[in-house]
């Protein structure tokens, strides 16, 4: 499984982005996905999480702002952000929780997106 980010870029503040995080690729199970975001310098830090029954899971510095969604036969995760601040800007990255259930054994996978930058300029 392979997780490819869309729609960063450049927004001024008080605007919206939606950013994208498309599955492809066969022989696990997708169960939770989520978004996490990082800016240079400090640590990665969770965004949200989504179920694979929809349940969500928001940071509370985001809550009131952020939304996330999937599309379980899109294999798309996505996270709206609205009423964007300065202190938004950083690196997003998509994260996958992907089981592979084999003869032999069930393997639980981390997967990652490459990250796409989201800028809000002060």
């Known amino acids: 499984v392979q997780l490819v980010e869309s729609g960063g870029g450049l927004a001024q503040p008080a605007e919206s982005l939606r950013l994208s995080c498309v599955a492809s690729g066969r022989g696990g199970t997708i169960n939770d996905m989520g978004w996490y975001r990082q800016v240079p310098g400090k640590e990665r830090e969770w965004v949200a999480t989504?179920?694979?029954?929809?349940?969500?899971n928001i940071a509370d510095s985001v809550k009131d702002r952020f939304t996330i969604s999937r599309d379980n036969v899109e294999k798309t995760v996505y996270l709206q952000m609205n009423s964007l601040k300065p202190e938004d800007t950083a690196v997003y990255y998509c994260n996958a929780q992907v089981q592979v259930v084999t003869i032999e054994r069930t393997t639980n996978l981390e997967i990652w997106g490459q990250g796409t930058l989201v800028t809000i300029p002060s």
């Open positions: 989504i179920t694979s029954r929809g349940y969500t």
